[in-house]
Nanobody, 128 residues
């Protein structure tokens, strides 16, 4: 299983970035896919999930209305469109696989406990 994140960078507050997660080594339907973030010295924060079965989505309150998760099953990629970015969104962003049984357990978990695999992350820095 391999997950590779890309698209991070430096952006001013109020700006936008689009992160991508390229997945390989497993069938896309075997897991849901989620995004979490972790800044140095802080705990991991789960922020969004997308279901592999029906495309339903989940967002943490901290990003709801600003971030949009989407998937392209044909390309085995999941994207995270981030708008209206704030300095507090500065973090390393990771995509992760979520077990199919974990939608109601892992996705709402504040720290994304129970995810199976994750990538190396991509840095997002939002300047004020």
């Amino acid at each position: 299983v391999q997950l590779v994140e890309s698209g991070g960078g430096l952006v001013q507050a109020g700006g936008s970035l689009r992160l991508s997660c390229a997945a390989s080594g497993f069938a896309f339907g075997d897991y849901h896919i989620g995004w979490f973030r972790q800044a140095p010295g802080l705990e991991r924060e789960g922020i969004s999930c997308i279901s592999s079965s029906d495309g339903r989505t989940y967002y943490a309150d901290s990003v709801k209305g600003r971030f949009t998760i989407s998937s392209d099953n044909a390309k085995n990629t999941v994207s995270l469109q981030m708008n209206s970015l704030k300095p507090e969104d500065t973090s390393v962003y990771y995509c992760a696989t979520v077990p199919l049984w974990g939608w109601d357990i892992v996705c709402p978990s504040p720290h994304f406990n129970g995810m199976k695999y994750w990538g190396r992350g991509t840095q997002v820095t939002v300047s004020s």
